[in-house]
Structures are given as structure tokens and as C-alpha cells.
């Protein structure tokens, strides 16, 4: 497994932007897919978008033209750019990874990643 440790979250106004880091420890990142998920209060942990190990992407429909991800395999990290953000983007957003096969109809559920961050808190106000 590899350990993951999220950063870039903060209190933005509608409209705004936000970049989230997320950094993976150990030597075999560029095998994992990479995607982030996110949390508000009182709801389920929901799918944002991943990325696989070559460059594929595949987005939520409520970030679809808003999110961008991206990873840099030599600094072992992903990136969501977060544009337009709304005050529904509001929640804890989660990265996390996955050694398996990468099929986009099974990468949008939570239990097929293996390793999680921590969290980094995003807040929009209206």
C-alpha cells in the first residue's frame, strides 16, 4: 500500500478556485490509478473523478468542465484544479488508490481503492 497525504483545501468564495495536492509514498506510484472522492456532512462518500496510471480520465457529472485531474509520476503526486467551485462542492475531499485493473465502470466505488488520505477540508460560501 502506499501512504497518501492530501493538502490545498481551504475557504474559497463561489466562483472560485482551488488546487489539491495529493502526495503517495513509496516507489510503485505510477502503477496505481489515482482518483478523489469527497464527503459532506450527513452524506455518503461520493466518486469526483480518477485518473489511471497512463493519463485516462473519467469525471463525476456534477465536476464534468469544472474539475480537471492530473498526476506527476516523478513528483508522485495528483492534482485536482477545482474551478467555478459552488457551495455543493463543500466537503472533505479524500484521494485515494488503486493497484487493480482499471475499468471506469468500477473505479467510480469507493471499496475498489486500497489506500486513503487523510482528508483536506474544501469550503465554498455563497
Known amino acids: 500500500q502506499v501512504q497518501l497525504v492530501e493538502s490545498g483545501g481551504g475557504l474559497v468564495q463561489a466562483g472560485g478556485s482551488l488546487r489539491l495536492s495529493c502526495v503517495a509514498s513509496?516507489?510503485?506510484?505510477?502503477?496505481?490509478?489515482m482518483g478523489w472522492f469527497r464527503q459532506a456532512p450527513g452524506k455518503e462518500r461520493e466518486f469526483v473523478a480518477v485518473i489511471s496510471w497512463s493519463g485516462n480520465t473519467y469525471y463525476a457529472d456534477s465536476v464534468k468542465g469544472r474539475f480537471t485531474i492530473s498526476r506527476d509520476n516523478a513528483k508522485n503526486t495528483v492534482y485536482a484544479q477545482m474551478n467555478s467551485l459552488k457551495p455543493e462542492d463543500t466537503a472533505v475531499y479524500y484521494c485515494?488508490?488503486?493497484?487493480?485493473?482499471?475499468?471506469?465502470?468500477?473505479?467510480?466505488?469507493?471499496?475498489?481503492?486500497?489506500?486513503w488520505g487523510q482528508g483536506t477540508q474544501v469550503t465554498v460560501s455563497s
Open positions: 485515494a488508490a488503486n493497484r487493480g485493473q482499471f475499468i471506469i465502470g468500477t473505479m467510480t466505488s469507493r471499496y475498489v481503492y486500497d489506500s
Open positions: 513509496g516507489h510503485t506510484f505510477r502503477s496505481y490509478a
